[in-house]
Nanobody
Framework: QVQLVESGGGLAEPGGSLRLSCVGS????????LQWVRQAPGKGLEWVSE????????RYSDDVKGRFTISRDNAKFTLYLQMDNLVPEDTGVYYC?????RGRGTQVRVSS
C-alpha cells in the first residue's frame, strides 16, 4: 500500500523560507518520478515541481522557478521541497505525489 506523508508546513513571512519533506513507503521509492502539487484556498490542484527517479532531472512551474528547489534522498525514502523567497500566493496545501497516489498534505501559509 503506497503511503506518502508530508511535513514541514507552517506559517512564514513573505520573503521567508520553509522546507517540506515527504516520506514514502509501500513502493520502490527510488524507482519513480515524484512530484509536488499544491492547492490554494478555493482553487484546484496546481503542479509545482517534479524530480526523476535518480534525482538527476528536475522541473518547475513558472510560478516557483528560481525560488523552490526539489530534491530527494532515496536512501531515506524522502522527497524534499526547499521553498525560498516565499510570497502570499504560495499559500496552500502542499502534497507529494507518485503517479495517482497523493499524501494528505501539509499546510503552508505565507503572511505578514
Amino acid at each position: 500500500q503506497v503511503q506518502l506523508v508530508e511535513s514541514g508546513g507552517g506559517l512564514a513571512e513573505p520573503g521567508g523560507s520553509l522546507r517540506l519533506s515527504c516520506v514514502g513507503s509501500g513502493f520502490f521509492f527510488g524507482g519513480y518520478t515524484l512530484q509536488w502539487v499544491r492547492q490554494a484556498p478555493g482553487k484546484g490542484l496546481e503542479w509545482v515541481s517534479e524530480i526523476n527517479a535518480r534525482g538527476t532531472t528536475t522541473r518547475y512551474s513558472d510560478d516557483v522557478k528560481g525560488r523552490f528547489t526539489i530534491s530527494r534522498d532515496n536512501a531515506k525514502f524522502t522527497l524534499y521541497l526547499q521553498m525560498d523567497n516565499l510570497v502570499p500566493e504560495d499559500t496552500g496545501v502542499y502534497y507529494c505525489q507518485q503517479g495517482e497516489h497523493r499524501g494528505r498534505g501539509t499546510q503552508v501559509r505565507v503572511s505578514s
